[in-house]
């Protein structure tokens, strides 16, 4: 038996020992509506920071879990979040978990539905000028902040000016770089003009870029605004008290109507395992990631629902470009041939929390090439391209990962099946925003990280791949591709815009700046008697129909 086999075989005992024990599951493609059966192995996710999921220390579960707590009221509802959202002000906001708190203090000015439609929200209607360069927005009347003040053309024109400011270092500010100018037109009608025609404008709106603040907060303490957020939300803030919960309460005069619930408490747990004990002491109501271990014990009981969906997102292996040894494209090349991708997911997410990924677009999303076939494993052509590069003994590297023992065992699979082909794997564990902060300066050789994906394709790949992109971790520049991804971004027919897309994927896959490996799949696990939860395919967990019965 060859040393990889012998790892997969006491690798996939492990995983089966632990079917019974409590833990954090990822996001897979399934049904709109919640399931109490596995999704299929074969379907992927959709879109979504990120975004990169947050590794986090893994602790003993009985050590780590806090005293107990009496489960919470009918009249509140307890979310488990997998890290501390560390900046509750969409225009500064980095991080995927801080979007789960913004679904319930914050509105956009269009949303999706569950089919990844683009729908009205503070927007009731819109138009686009034959030119694609003028949308103007019709407003919904009526709208108040928590702080009481009206929502107006004059409050999207603020957050707009707020965003486009380079004093304010917006992350928002790469998204609508488009834009040139806001005008009031009346108090229910704003007009936004771009450079040039930009596809994706509508689809960025449904995310942080679309999330309104009250101008009067902003006015009074912008930079303290994280701290006590004001948005139009069916929610308004409480308090957040770090690294344990976010509280807030219902906003009476919500435009949509009341919220059933009087109050959510967003609380957090690093540790997959602490976070299955508490669901299953019943002081959770909600949880946005399970271990994919733990989905089954959920799925088999009744007193739970599991909804799993195909995530808009991808992960895989950064390779930085600039320096050996992936500054050869044959090294890069021989790597991605020796990795297994249905091995992989198979041992780490037990085929439950992720699906074998080879593109930054997965099936369901508007880019996915139904042509393209997963890359097989292929060690001869692996030891053929380090020959060709110069290296036929193969050669070594650090591979940079996160401090969860997922990661761990992510690396260890990848050291294994890496060496069989000549190519050793030195292993690095790195906290996530240690790891972030040395992506961004290119200290590394190779790290494990992904992306949380969007609805639309040019938020999957553009600022990832692009020359001096705000997410190009690899270093990676090729003429070519930077002006597809611009063609892309222009051209207003779909079917251009695939045609443009698929010629981006040929040429990533034949570069290999970053080594797609999985497209995640987005779990919720919810108690079965919470109702109102529409689970929408970028993950974010709408609360205002929210309601225990």
Request: proline share 8%; aromatic share 8%; glycine share 6%.
């Amino acid at each position: 038996m060859s040393r990889l086999a012998l790892i997969l075989t006491l690798m996939v005992a492990l995983v089966v020992t632990a079917c019974a024990q409590p833990a954090p599951t990822s996001q897979a493609p399934a049904p709109a509506a919640p399931t109490t059966a596995p999704a299929p192995k074969q379907e992927p996710p959709k879109a979504a920071p990120t975004e990169a999921p947050k590794p986090a220390p893994t602790t003993d579960a009985a050590k780590a879990a806090p005293p107990a707590a009496a489960p919470a009221a009918a009249d509140t509802i307890v979310i488990a979040l997998e890290s501390d959202p560390p900046r509750l002000d969409p225009h500064l906001s980095s991080a995927a978990v801080d979007r789960q708190v913004f679904q319930s203090l914050f509105d956009t000015l269009v949303d999706l539905d569950e089919n990844l439609n683009i729908v009205p929200e503070l927007a009731e209607k819109w138009t686009v000028s034959p030119d694609g360069l003028v949308y103007t927005f019709n407003l919904r009347k009526g709208v108040k902040f928590h702080d009481g003040t009206d929502f107006d053309a004059q409050a999207v024109k603020v957050n707009f000016d707020r965003m486009m400011d380079e004093k304010t270092a917006s992350a928002r500010r790469a998204e609508i770089s488009s834009v040139d100018k806001v005008e009031v037109v009346d108090p229910q009608t704003v007009k936004i003009s771009l450079k040039k025609p930009f596809s994706p404008f509508l689809s960025v709106l449904t995310d942080r870029a679309g999330m309104m603040l009250s101008p009067k907060a902003l006015a009074a303490d912008a930079a303290n605004f994280q701290n006590k957020p004001v948005g139009t939300g069916p929610f308004k803030f409480v308090e957040k008290v770090k690294d344990d919960h976010v509280t807030v309460e219902r906003f009476d005069e919500y435009w949509g109507g009341a919220a059933p619930t009087k109050r959510i408490i967003y609380r957090t747990f690093v540790d997959g395992n602490v976070r299955v004990v508490n669901m299953k002491s019943g002081q959770i109501d909600m949880s946005n990631l399970t271990p994919a271990k733990d989905i089954p014990s959920f799925q088999s009981d009744a007193k739970w629902k599991v909804s799993l969906k195909p995530s808009l997102g991808w992960q895989g292996i950064w390779l930085n470009v600039t320096k050996p040894p992936f500054d050869k494209k044959e090294n890069r090349q021989a790597l991605a041939a020796a990795l297994d991708r249905a091995a992989i997911t198979k041992v780490v997410f037990s085929d439950l929390s992720a699906v074998p990924g080879w593109s930054p677009f997965p099936p369901g999303t508007p880019a996915y090439d139904e042509t393209k076939k997963m890359p097989a494993r292929d060690l001869a052509k692996a030891k053929d391209l380090l020959s060709k590069a110069g290296n036929p003994t193969g050669f070594s590297f650090t591979f940079k990962i996160g401090q969860d023992a997922v990661a761990q065992q992510l690396g260890q699979i990848v050291q294994s099946m890496a060496g069989e082909a000549g190519i050793q794997v030195k292993l690095e564990q790195v906290e996530f925003g240690a790891l972030l902060d040395q992506l961004g300066k290119k200290n590394f050789e190779a790290a494990q990280i992904g992306w949380s994906g969007r609805p639309d394709p040019d938020g999957n790949v553009t600022n990832h791949f692009i020359t001096n992109g705000p997410n190009n971790y690899a270093g990676y520049s090729n003429a070519d591709v930077d002006k597809w991804l611009e063609d892309a971004r222009t051209a207003q027919d779909t079917a251009a815009r695939k045609a443009i897309y698929k010629k981006i994927d040929d040429q990533l896959a034949e570069d290999q700046p970053f080594i797609f490996l999985w497209w995640p799949v987005n779990d919720k696990v919810y108690v079965s008697n919470l109702q109102g939860y529409v689970h929408v395919p970028d993950g974010m967990m709408r609360t205002q129909k929210l309601v225990k019965k």
